[in-house]
């Protein structure tokens, strides 16, 4: 029974590879483009766009006031 187990998990990987990669040659692209998207997530934001952030918040507060 271990030899079916061991030709079973040897085989798989060709077969899961296959069946998780349904992109195919663009799947590269999709993992740079994730890649991609991560970096800019973890970015911090600069200074001067918090502080613009932080006024157009402020600015929708009073609108929402009136």
């Known amino acids: 029974m271990k ?3 061991k030709n079973t ?3 798989a990987p060709g077969r899961q ?3 998780a990669d349904p992109l ?3 799947s590269e692209i999709g993992r740079k483009l994730k890649q991609y ?5 973890h970015d911090e934001v600069p200074d001067r766009f918090a502080q ?5 918040e402020q600015a929708e507060a009073a ?3 009136d």
């Open 37 to 41: 998207y991560d970096d800019l997530v």
């Open 63 to 65: 609108q929402d006031k």
């Open 52 to 56: 613009l952030l932080s006024q157009l």
């Open 24 to 26: 195919g040659a663009n």
């Open 17 to 19: 590879g296959r069946m």
């Open 3 to 5: 030899t079916l187990s």
């Open 9 to 11: 998990t040897a085989g």
